[in-house]
C-alpha cells in the first residue's frame, strides 16, 4: 500500500465514513452501547457534583475555625500590629485580624444591644473587660499547629514578652481542630475511593459492552483479513464507532443533568449549601470536556482492544 | 505456482491431511474433488494461512507461506482471491460497498473504485443489485457478488471452495461458467467440490482427495478414469 499523504487522507476518510455507516446500520445495537456510556458519564457527572458538595461543606467548616490571640492589657498596640505582620509572612497564613480593645467592645455591644442584662452588666464594671485579640487563619485546618508553635516561641520573641498574651484559644480547641482535620482527610480519601471505585466498575461495564457489539461482527472481521484489509482498516471503524457512542453519550448526559441540577438547585440548595444548578452551568464546558474526553477514549480503547481479540485469530 | 511439499495436518481430534504432494502450474484451472471430510477445505486454508501444516511446507511462488509474518501474510492474500460456500460477504454493506471494501483494503483510489466497481457488477449481472445487501439477495447472486468481489483486485489465484455447495443446479451451472471464464483471461483457479457434475462440466485436470490423502491426478495419470 502507497502510504503517500494524500492516500493517508483517504484512508481516514474511509475509516471514519465506515465506522459512521457501522453505527446507523447497527441501529439497536448501536444505541444499547450509547445507554451503557451514557450511564457511565453520569456516574462521574453525578461524582463531580458529589465532590463539589464535599469541598464545599468541607471548606466552610475549615472556615468557621480559627486560633485567636488575646492579649492581656499592658500590651502595647506596636507589638501586636508586629507581630501581625510578622505572622502575615508565614506561608500557612492566609488572614491575620487585629480587633483592638475598644474594637471588641464595641462589636460586643452591638452583638447584645437587645440582651438589656448583660450591657447592664458591662456598665457596671466601667472599666472594658474585654482583651485585644489576633484572628488567625490558616490555609489547612492541619496548619494550625505550626502556627501555635510558632507564637510560642519566635512570635514571643516579637511580642517583646509573653506575659503580653493573656491567652491562646487554640489550646482550648486543640481537640475539635484535630478531630476535624481527621474528619477532613477521612472524607475526601472516602470521597475518592469510592470515585474510584464507581469509574472502575463503570468502565468494565462499558468495556464488556462494546465487547459485545463487537462479538456480533466477529465474522466480519475474519472476512476483512481474508479480502486482504490490513488490521488498521478493519479495526478504524470500530473505534470510530466507540468514539461516537462517547460523543452522543456525552451529550444526552450533558442534557439530563440539566433539569436534573435544576431540581437539585431548587429543592436542596440549603441542604446541599451549595446551589447546584449555578454550580453546574459555572463549570458547564470543564465537565462537558472532561465527559467528552473520558467517553471518547472509553469507547475508542474498548473498542481497540475488543476488536484486537479477533483480528489476530 | 504452488508447491504442497508432504504436508500433514493433524487436529487434535482428527487427520484431516496425511502427506499431500502436488503442483498447480500458473494459469491451471485445478478441481479438488472428494466428500466431506475428505481434507479438500484444509487444503485451502494452507494455501492462505489461515492453518499451519503439522509437517510439510506450502510454497507460493517462491514464498514459504507459513514463514510469512503480519504484512507479509496481508500482502499474500491479497494476490489470492477467495470464494466460499456461505459466501462470507460483508452483512452490514451492500453489494457495491463489499466489493469497495475489497479495493479500499489493497489502496485503491476513489476514482479506481468509482470505475472498476459498475463494471465488475456488469461482468457477474449484478448492476440492478448496486444497492442491495447481502439478506436481499438470493444465494446465486450473493455467489456471483461473492467471485466479483475475488476478481476484482485482479488475483493471480482464485481459491473456490465448495462455490455451489448452496445453490441450484442452474445457478451452480453459471457459477462454473464464470469461474471457467476467468481461467480463461489467465488467472490460476482452484476449486473444490464434492460435486461430479460440476467437475465434469469443467473438463480439467482434477484431484481426488480421499481421508486426507490424494488418491487421483488426471495431470500425472495415476489412474486412468
Known sequence: ?313 | MIYFNNVSKVYTDATALVDVTFTVEPGEFVSIVGHSGAGKTTLTKLILSEEAPTEGTVFFESLNVHKLRGDELTKLRRRIGMVFQDFKLLPNKTAYENIAFAMEAVGKTDEEIQSDVPHVLELVDLTHRLSHFPHQMSGGEQQRLAIARAIINQPELIIADEPTGNLDPVNTHEIVQILKRINDLGTTVILATHNRGVIESVDKRVITMEKGKIIRDTKENKHPK
Open chain 1, 1 to 313: 500500500m502507497c502510504y503517500t499523504k494524500a492516500m493517508a487522507l483517504t484512508i481516514l476518510k474511509r475509516i471514519i465514513r465506515a465506522g459512521v455507516l457501522n453505527f446507523k446500520r447497527s441501529g439497536l445495537v448501536s444505541w444499547a452501547a450509547v445507554l451503557v456510556v451514557t450511564i457511565t458519564l453520569s456516574v462521574i457527572t453525578a461524582l463531580i457534583l458529589f465532590q463539589a458538595v464535599l469541598h464545599f461543606s468541607l471548606s466552610q467548616i475549615k472556615d468557621k475555625v480559627d486560633v485567636k490571640i488575646y492579649f492581656t492589657d499592658s500590651a502595647p498596640e506596636e507589638n501586636i500590629l508586629q507581630l501581625k505582620s510578622s505572622l502575615e509572612q508565614l506561608p500557612e497564613v492566609t488572614e491575620v485580624a487585629y480587633t483592638s480593645a475598644d474594637e471588641e467592645l464595641r462589636l460586643f455591644r452591638e452583638r447584645h444591644a437587645s440582651d438589656y442584662p448583660t450591657i447592664q452588666a458591662l456598665d457596671e464594671l466601667g472599666d472594658n473587660p474585654l482583651p485585644a485579640n489576633l484572628g488567625i487563619r490558616a490555609r489547612e485546618v492541619s496548619q494550625y499547629e505550626n502556627i501555635a508553635s510558632f507564637l510560642k516561641t519566635d512570635g514571643q520573641a516579637v511580642l517583646g514578652s509573653p506575659t503580653y498574651i493573656y491567652k491562646i484559644n487554640y489550646y482550648q480547641n486543640k481537640l475539635i481542630i484535630d478531630r476535624l482535620n481527621g474528619l477532613i482527610a477521612g472524607a475526601q480519601k472516602l470521597g475518592f475511593l469510592i470515585t474510584l471505585l464507581l469509574v472502575l466498575i463503570s468502565i468494565v461495564i462499558t468495556f464488556n459492552t462494546i465487547r459485545l457489539t463487537i462479538f456480533i461482527s466477529k465474522e466480519e472481521i475474519g472476512v476483512m483479513r481474508l479480502v486482504g484489509a490490513s488490521k488498521m482498516h478493519v479495526r478504524g471503524p470500530f473505534m470510530i464507532e466507540g468514539a461516537i457512542y462517547g460523543i452522543i453519550a456525552t451529550l444526552i448526559t450533558l442534557f439530563l443533568f440539566l433539569p436534573a441540577t435544576f431540581w437539585l438547585g431548587r429543592n436542596m440548595t440549603l441542604f446541599l449549601g451549595i446551589n447546584m444548578y449555578d454550580y453546574y452551568l459555572a463549570n458547564f464546558f470543564q465537565i462537558f470536556a472532561i465527559l467528552l474526553l473520558s467517553g471518547v477514549v472509553l469507547g475508542i480503547i474498548s473498542s481497540f482492544l475488543a476488536a484486537r481479540k479477533y483480528l489476530n485469530k
